[in-house]
């Protein structure tokens, strides 16, 4: 079974924020939740990861629920550039199992 | 800071043929992961190597195989390819060691794509 569910697609207008949500119902408590993209025929790219509190960086912030049962991570003013496929991850010493990931679509 | 970098960046063999993939990881890394990525899928893990030894690996069979150089550099070898085994592998790198308390996030390189025909 899969670690972590995530909805297969979802739009976001430009400029606005982009939520992506991730339900890992059976985190353990030694997991992270990391988040990753892919942008089309490249290497995924690391966004952000927390364990407990929320996150926040220069790309993104992270939200976890206080029961550690979902995540979302948000870009807070969405461009075109950031269309491409989000990976919800979990952690647990030197292992990481990514999910089937999001394809956000960005639209003018 | 030059990232992870793998060659070739394509790669076309023919069934029954060997293939040999190539990942230099960031410099200080010592550790380095090998994902497949088949088209429209995710990634699923296949190697996980540190300190030149193999740490882990996920279900694939053993004609995945691959190992770690003294410069922590990897290869990554695939024997008697199969159609299915068409996919985009990709390699990362983290440094180490890894403790609960600290860990670090995976960098990835653009990959090699593999077709097998």
Known sequence: DAKTTQPTSMDCAEGRAANLPCNHSTISGNEYVYWYRQIHSQGPQYIIHGLKNNETNEMASL????DRK???????????????VYYCVLYNFNKFYFGSGTKLNVKP | EAGVTQSPTHLIK??????????????GHTSVYWYQQALGLGLQFL???DEGEERNRGNFPPRFSGR??????????????????????LCASRTGP??????????????????VT
């Open chain 1, 63 to 66: 939200i976890i629920t206080e």
């Open chain 2, 47 to 49: 190697l996980w190597y």
């Open chain 2, 68 to 89: 770690q150089f003294p410069n922590y550099s990897s290869e990554l070898n695939v024997n008697a390819l199969e159609l299915e085994d068409s996919a985009l592998y």
């Open chain 2, 14 to 27: 023919t069934r029954g043929q060997q293939a040999t993939l190539r990942c230099s990881p960031i410099s």
């Open chain 1, 70 to 84: 979902s995540s979302t991570l948000i870009l807070p003013h969405a461009t075109l550039r950031d269309t491409a």
């Open chain 2, 98 to 115: 890894q403790t609960f308390s600290y860990n670090s996030p995976l960098h990835f390189g653009n990959g090699t794509r593999l077709t």
